[in-house]
């Protein structure tokens, strides 16, 4: 009995306030140490719903992403891209050493369909991950894709905006990115499983736009003064 | 040589009560509607027969479901008979409008006795929910007559079956009325009697045409037959009496030609990536739908499942009458190959397989991209998508000459509206296009928005500022 219970006791679903237990859940790195560091160790669940809580696109995102997205694809596995708000740009992810062949973008006009294509390429044992761009989602819908990532074994990150942070979801991890001064990226972790969120911290990320890492704004001036519009 | 012979006595009736289930009786009447051809068991029990006037059947039954017979159907309905037996036989030939022949003699080894032939036969038959007469003959139209007297048995012994020849009505030999009333006259009631004239005497007395049939009956002339070849494509329809309102009405006659189809295609060793489905209404256009697969496939359920999630999508317009499933295009079938000692590539090829189809069956074809760049200056020609396959073709683009680019590229260059607080890179010119008429002139620069984005800007020549992509 007493071993059923420590077992129970080691699954990251059982809250131990006292202390941070080592989660026992199947994870990906994300690739940025620091991240990793205040995740556990562990980095992107799978089998479970991650969310991104931003903006505005344009601040690294995808990026943060990036690292999981080529060890996917040189796992052999999919990339589905579900809705992105604007164009992937080939060029920019073939040059990150990305294997475009595994990677599909999916658009889709209702919403009974978004969810439909998620589902389907959660359960796929082909699909390595998932990012969807779901605009509004019901908190049942967010239920609904969460045991569908539970009956597949891949990451899904959903980006949404950044108001929903103060409302609840069953994400396993909720991210909040906020753009920093230096180009970089402040992960605020809103919720992670098994232990204490709230933890911070700052990526950088000015590599890009392929940007010096301490290089002033250089204020470019000439063209400017008659041409803001 | 031994022939079988399949007479199918309501093909017809057959082919309509296997794909729906009618709650009324089913008569098939003749093309002028005159007189009821053929009879399903329910309305024989009405006390509906074939050859009673129509008029008559519906006054025994008001409610009752008529069916006109055509017999370019009936032709088309014989050949889908002839293209599954020529699974079982090489030697196949057809005798309109009901009826099959098969040379068995040679099959005998292969089966391992006649009886196992006979029962193969039978089997197939059942799982087809046809009826049909067979009977076995030492010559192909010995093995008709059989047949259609309902006299078959399985036995290829030569007097058994010279009996029962001979002791056949000569209304079985459907000879023209003078020639049968003549020979009534002579006293002659059987087939046997007729045999026992001298032949001379029988061509002179009568015709020789009678004398030459009868010899080809018996086998003392030859009477060759030619043999039939299956098409190469596949097409096979289901017609429905009552008029089917619902795809659930449809799949139930879908799922019987798709078992048939990877029958034939396990038969051919053939898989195929395209069906075409046509459903034909009363009054309007026929639907035609298109259902492809991403790879080779042959199995039933992975058809059915793409055709139900088609139809889904994909209300019907209008009542459906008949529906045509047709196969045209065959691909080989190709050895399973894996790669790894585990096996663990087909699977997943499989699964990607399954996904595809099955997304671009409900979201159809140009909802999904695979993304490739394109050797090109100007950003929004330096991209393609293209339909998903699983092994595109190679951009052969070095990789190591592609110039830094976002992310993001917005579908279109939009008017910038917030001024940048910082400018990072730039300006970097573009300037291309001018062979095509789609001309770019730009000076493009890294900026970063109050908010906090780097974002992909650009000047053009009249000095106008765009946002053409973010750093995401």
């Not at chain 2, 000692?341 to 099955?358: F, K, M, P, V």
């Not at chain 2, 780097?454 to 946002?467: E, G, H, I, T």
Request: glycine share 6%; with cysteine; hydrophobic share 40%.
């Amino acid at each position: 009995m007493s071993e059923q219970l420590s077992t129970l006791l080691q699954d990251a679903r059982i809250w131990q306030g006292h202390r941070q237990s080592r989660a026992h859940q199947p994870a990906e790195p994300t690739g940025y140490q620091t991240l990793d560091n205040q995740l556990g160790g562990l980095g992107w669940p799978r089998g479970a719903l991650s969310e991104c809580l931003l903006e505005h696109c344009g601040i690294g995102e995808l990026h943060l992403v990036l690292p999981l997205m080529q060890r996917v694809a040189a796992q052999g596995r999919m990339v589905f891209w579900l809705n992105p708000p604007h164009t992937p740009y080939a060029p920019a992810l073939a040059r990150e050493g990305l294997d475009l062949d595994k990677v599909v973008v999916i658009h889709t006009d209702d919403p009974g369909d978004f969810l439909w294509t998620l589902e389907n390429c959660l359960r796929s044992p082909v699909t390595g991950l998932v990012m969807a761009w779901p605009g509004r989602l019901a908190s049942r819908d967010i239920r609904r894709l969460q045991l569908a990532a539970e009956a597949g074994d891949n990451v899904c990150v959903l980006f949404r905006e950044r108001r929903f942070a103060e409302q609840n979801s069953p994400a396993a991890l909720r991210l909040e990115l906020v753009p920093g001064e230096h180009q970089d990226l402040k992960v605020n972790i809103v919720k992670r499983r098994g232990s204490w969120p709230g933890q911070r911290c700052t990526l950088a990320m000015h590599h890009r736009a392929d940007l010096a890492l301490e290089e002033a704004p250089r204020v470019v001036r000439g063209p400017w003064p008659n041409a803001a519009r | 040589m031994l022939w079988l012979y399949l007479h199918f006595p309501h093909l017809l009736l057959d082919h309509v009560r296997r794909s729906q289930k009618l709650d009324q009786a089913l008569v098939i009447v003749d093309a002028v509607g005159q007189h009821v051809l053929q009879a399903c068991p329910e309305a024989r029990d009405l006390g509906i027969q074939p050859g009673m006037r129509l008029k008559t059947a519906l006054g025994l039954s008001p409610e009752l479901h008529l069916l006109q017979s055509d017999s370019r159907q009936e032709a088309s309905l014989l050949e889908e008979q002839a293209r599954w037996l020529y699974h079982y036989a090489a030697h196949i030939s057809l005798s309109p409008p009901d009826g099959l022949w098969a040379e068995v003699s040679s099959l005998q080894r292969l089966y391992g006795g006649l009886s196992a032939v006979w029962q193969t036969v039978e089997q197939a038959l059942n799982d087809r929910q046809l009826t049909a007469w067979a009977a076995l003959g030492q010559t192909p139209r010995g093995a008709r007559l059989l047949a259609r007297a309902g006299k078959g048995e399985c036995t290829a012994d030569k007097g058994h079956l010279q009996r029962a020849l001979e002791s056949l009505p000569l209304t079985a030999l459907e000879l023209d009325a003078t020639t049968h009333k003549r020979l009534q006259r002579l006293g002659l009631v059987r087939l046997g009697d007729v045999w026992a004239l001298p032949p001379a005497e029988l061509a002179r007395r009568l015709s020789p045409e009678l004398l030459a049939s009868l010899q080809k009956i018996q086998g003392t002339r030859p009477d060759p037959l030619p043999a039939w070849q299956p098409p190469p494509r596949f097409r096979q329809r289901a017609d429905f009496v009552q008029e089917v309102e619902h795809t659930q009405g449809l799949l139930f006659a879908l799922q019987r030609i798709l078992a048939e189809l990877e029958d034939d295609l396990c038969w051919r060793q053939q898989d195929t990536d395209t069906l075409l489905l046509v459903l034909e209404h009363r009054h309007e256009e026929n639907t035609r739908l298109r259902i492809r697969t991403t790879g080779p496939e042959h199995r039933a359920d992975q058809f059915l499942k793409l055709i139900r999630l088609k139809l889904d999508q994909q209300p019907l317009r209008a009542p459906v009458t008949g529906l045509v499933l047709a196969v045209k295009r065959f691909t080989g079938r190709e050895a399973p190959v894996s790669q790894d000692l585990l096996g663990d590539n087909q699977d997943l090829n499989e699964a990607w397989h399954t996904l595809i189809s099955r997304l671009q069956a409900r979201l159809g074809e140009q909802a999904m991209a695979q993304l490739s760049p394109q050797a090109d200056h100007r950003p929004e020609f330096a991209w393609s998508a293209s339909q998903v396959t699983q092994n595109p073709a190679r951009h052969g683009i070095a990789l190591d000459t592609l110039p830094r680019r976002p992310l993001w590229l917005l579908r279109k260059p939009t008017p910038l509206a917030d001024t940048p607080v910082a400018w990072f890179g730039g300006p970097e010119r573009i300037s291309a296009g001018w062979w095509d008429g789609r001309r770019v002139h730009r000076d493009y620069y890294v900026a970063r928005l109050p908010e906090g984005q780097l974002a992909w800007v650009f000047r053009d020549n009249q000095d106008a500022w765009y946002l053409h992509g973010w750093f995401g």
